[in-house]
């Protein structure tokens, strides 16, 4: 079974500065795809940023970008010039990519404070 | 395009009681999917659904946890005796492909 860690609880950053948030995962598969959600308050769940596993290439989304390390297994979300409405929970998901049961596997979260 | 629809948002109810939830996924997905959540961790897979057919259930305490997806589409999540331990916030998604999941609101459930 795949496990998601996110070690860091809570982060706190001040508005337009950078931060990063860390998560690794264990698989043993070498084909499959994660995943930052954000969820604020309000619950929705809304999709950060996607990155798959056999690209090499880091994944950028305009302010939000990934350090995609496949050997160990980590998996980081750099936010750039934060802003107070990127306060929110963030969870670091994993994807399996071999068809069929592909539910997301989650961490725990990390509880980013923007201090304006 | 309508997102992924959940009701009740909240609901509260005692130990032993029985309580279902609804989800309407976005038109069109064929992958629907249900998790839990309890406070202070992130979501679980409960089930998930292609078309009208059980994928994975595989965490499901089928013991007093039971759902359906009628004609592919609609799916209630049911619990029957509640315990303490399933408040939880219960999440629908729904999927076009293995790319995105799509997440309606939730539904607090408060088991007292």
């Known amino acids: 079974a795949q496990t998601v860690t996110q070690s860091q609880p809570e982060m706190s950053v001040q508005e337009a500065e950078t931060v990063t948030l860390s998560c690794t995962y264990d698989?043993?598969?070498?084909?499959?795809?994660l995943f930052w959600y954000k969820q604020p308050p309000s619950r929705q769940m809304i999709l950060v940023i996607r990155?798959?596993?056999?690209?090499?290439q880091n994944a950028t989304e305009n302010r939000f970008s990934v350090n995609f390390q496949k050997a160990a297994k980590s998996f980081s979300l750099k936010i750039s010039d934060s802003q107070l409405g990127d306060a929110a929970m963030y969870f670091c998901?994993?994807?399996?990519?071999?068809?069929?049961?592909?539910?997301?596997?989650f961490g725990k979260g990390t509880h980013l404070i923007i201090q304006p | 395009e309508a997102g992924v629809a959940q009701s009740p948002r909240y609901k509260i109810i005692e130990k032993r009681q029985s309580v279902a939830f609804w989800c309407n996924p976005i038109?069109?997905?064929?992958?629907l999917y249900w998790y839990q959540q309890i406070l202070g961790q992130g979501p679980k897979l409960l089930i998930q659904?292609?078309?009208?057919?059980?994928?994975?259930d595989s965490q499901l305490p089928k013991d007093r946890f039971s759902a359906e997806r009628l004609k592919g589409v609609d799916s209630t999540l049911k619990i029957q005796p509640a315990k303490l331990e399933d408040s939880a916030v219960y999440l629908c998604?729904?999927?076009?492909?293995?790319?995105?999941?799509?997440f309606g609101p939730g539904t607090r459930l408060t088991v007292t």
């Open positions: 998604a729904s999927s076009p492909s293995i790319y995105e999941q799509y």
């Open positions: 698989t043993s598969e070498s084909d499959y795809y």
């Open positions: 990155q798959e596993a056999y690209k090499q």
């Open positions: 998901a994993y994807r399996s990519a071999g068809g069929g049961a592909d539910g997301l596997t």
């Open positions: 038109s069109g997905h064929a992958t």
């Open positions: 659904f292609q078309n009208n057919g059980v994928v994975d």
